[in-house]
């Protein structure tokens, strides 16, 4: 079993910038990877970024350029999301997930609003 924990959400003005982190625990692989997706109501769930352990990153081409994901390699279970120039339809929940294994974890979700 793994355990994600999601922190850094929260409300900031269009322009402005967040940074979420996930860090998971548990049963890790050290092979694995680690994204942010996100979801707002009525939609489904999309994917933002992913990186793998060996730093290999996948964007959403609408997001490239302001958001960039990293991971913490000394630590291998640490991943950020850097979201800069927020806009209003960047609001969402956001859910870390982690696969490794053929296994898929989700975090809780944190709420990010974007205000006009």
């Known amino acids: 079993q793994v355990h994600l924990v999601e922190s850094g959400g929260g409300v900031v003005q269009a322009g402005g910038a967040l940074r979420l982190s996930c860090a998971a625990s548990?049963?890790?692989?050290?092979?694995?990877?680690m994204g942010w997706h996100r979801q707002t109501p009525g939609k489904q769930r999309e994917l933002v970024a992913a990186?793998?352990?060996?730093?290999?990153?996948?964007y959403v081409a609408s997001r490239r350029g302001r958001f960039t994901i990293t991971r913490d390699n000394a630590k291998n279970t640490v991943v950020y999301l850097q979201m800069n120039s927020l806009k209003p339809e960047d609001t969402a929940v956001y859910y870390c997930?982690?696969?490794?294994?053929?296994?898929?974890?989700w975090g809780q979700g944190s709420q990010v609003t974007v205000s006009s």
């Open positions: 990186i793998t352990s060996d730093g290999f990153t996948n």
């Open positions: 997930r982690y696969i490794a294994n053929a296994r898929v974890y």
């Open positions: 548990g049963g890790i692989f050290s092979i694995n990877t």
